[in-house]
């Protein structure tokens, strides 16, 4: 029996569009539920939409609406692309970084601390130039480049002041100085490495589609690896690695779990992988990858 698929979403952007034109061409008609409109009750665990599902791909732009969300679906015992786990682990810096630590995967030195006063400390121990981001966010949102103690201070000072109890804890890393100037991308359906991408900015922070550049990257053999490893480490699925080259080393940076395609011209190539993973329990093109 064919499995009644779901897509869960915010907007229709065009990343939308092409896992829904993906799915048709597949010969499924996928059932569209904005997340907005959806109501879950939690006493018999029922959800309330336009279309029973058997499995939903989440595609909402807020994390704690994708979190609950996917926590609520699965408790309704739909299947999700990702689950609930993989969306709080990648949603959380600070756990990211626990899960790549904990999974041996190569990550930057990471430091937490309280305190405007023990951030301050904790960034001399990291020495400068120290970057600086929020837990939760994406697209480079909050991150800064701390070059120097005054620019330091500065930037903590006015966290410290923005009220939000998520500003009050400072998640500090290191600077890679042997990063050369691009960033790498990975996209890993299941234990498959599809596709990589290098981002090339003209600053620390940029995202995609603001001042970024974005060229084919070969897949080799430490790209896979590391890929997949930092996949893993979080629980695997649909996931967007984001990889720095430091010298000879290729370190894990964080993992998105609702990936952005379209921004980087990506979209129509990588949706009908994820169509085909979310219709298959195990679907065996995914448990290896390409090159095994």
Known sequence: MAKKLGILYSQLREDEQALIEAARKQGVEPVLLKAEEAVFDLLDGRVIAPGAVDVVIERTVDHFVALYSLLLFERAGVRTVNTSDVARICGDKLLTTLAFQDAGVPTPRTEIAFSSETALQAIEELSYPAMLKPLTGDKGAL??????????????????????????????????????????????????????????????????GLNQTIIECPLT?????????????????????????????LVAIEVDYTIEMSALGLARELAPHIIQYALSDLPADYLTDITD
């Open 143 to 208: 991150v800064a480049r701390l070059n120097d103690f005054d620019a330091a201070k500065a930037v903590i000072e006015h966290k410290d002041r923005l009220g939000q109890y998520d500003h009050s804890i400072y998640y500090l890393q290191e600077y890679l100085q042997n990063r050369p100037g691009r960033d790498i991308r990975a996209f890993v359906v299941g234990n498959r490495v599809i596709k990589a991408v290098y981002l090339i900015a003209n600053k620390a922070t940029s995202s995609a």
């Open 221 to 249: 053999p430490e790209i896979i690896e590391v890929a997949r490893a930092a996949s893993q480490a979080v629980g695997g699925g649909v996931l967007a690695v984001d990889l720095i080259e430091d010298g000879e080393r």
